[in-house]
């Protein structure tokens, strides 16, 4: 399968500092990558829709000024998690989605990261 | 929009039995179906999937079936190996929502696999 790559794998902020993490699509290119959030022992929620060259679309209750996302390249998505708290740690992965028209093409995911505000 | 629901939650097999979790989905124009494993403190993995145009699709142990019909579709693990303790997801996929069409993902079903 296609490698989705995610950085950093874990981090650990004080309550009030930003944390941005990155998602690498290694050997394809993506228009469309999502970002998710998973809860202990729970499914993945998406947070986000983050389309190449436009503006991320985001999943209801979630709040755009604090999930800050950019896709400025076919490779590379950015999420940052702007004046971090304590309710914000969590386990956030993205996905790449690789080929197909309109919607289409299979899913790849990164490994996650894992964040803890103190 | 769609609705996954996935049983069971928990599923407890000896190795070399074969394991079955079953998906069912609302939106009848989901055509597209994936399975991911997702083993502790890591993201999910991509293991087999199926399209709405074919019943069945395998790949060596691993086999998914759908039932347009009934709106379901499962996982059959055969042969089942410790390394296959995981969780896995089952997603659907409606084409309706364009280049912004999402997966809609199950509630998962942690798998154990005993000696």
Redesign the interface.
């Known amino acids: 399968g296609a490698v989705v790559s995610q950085h950093p794998s874990r981090v650990i902020c004080k309550s009030g500092t930003s944390v941005k993490i990155e998602c690498r699509s290694l050997d394809f290119q993506a228009t469309t990558m999502f970002w998710y959030r998973q809860f202990p022992k729970q499914s993945l929620m998406l947070m986000a829709t983050s389309n190449e060259g436009s503006k991320a679309t985001y999943e209801q209750g979630v709040e755009k000024d604090k999930f800050l996302i950019n896709h400025a390249s076919l490779t590379l998505s950015t999420l940052t998690v702007t004046s971090a708290h304590p309710e914000d740690s969590s386990f956030y992965i993205c996905s790449a989605r690789r080929g197909g028209l309109l919607g289409g093409g299979e899913l790849f995911f990164g490994e996650g990261s894992r964040l803890t505000v103190l | 929009g769609e609705n996954v629901e996935q049983h069971p939650s928990t599923l407890s097999v000896q190795e070399g039995d074969s394991a079955v979790i079953k998906c069912t989905y609302s939106d009848s124009a989901s055509n597209?179906f994936?399975w991911?494993k997702q083993e502790l403190?890591?993201?999910?993995?991509?293991i087999i999937?199926i399209r709405s145009n074919v019943g069945e699709k395998k790949d060596q142990r691993i086999a998914v079936t759908l039932n347009k019909t009934a709106k379901h579709f499962s996982l059959h693990i055969t042969e089942t190996q410790p390394e296959d303790s995981a969780v896995y997801?089952c997603a659907a996929?409606s084409?309706l929502?364009?280049?912004?069409?999402?997966?809609t993902?199950?509630?998962?079903t942690r798998l154990q696999v005993t000696l």
């Open positions: 597209y994936p991911y403190g890591k993201g999910p993995q991509l999937d997801f996929r084409p929502g364009g280049t912004a069409s999402k997966l993902f199950g509630t998962g």
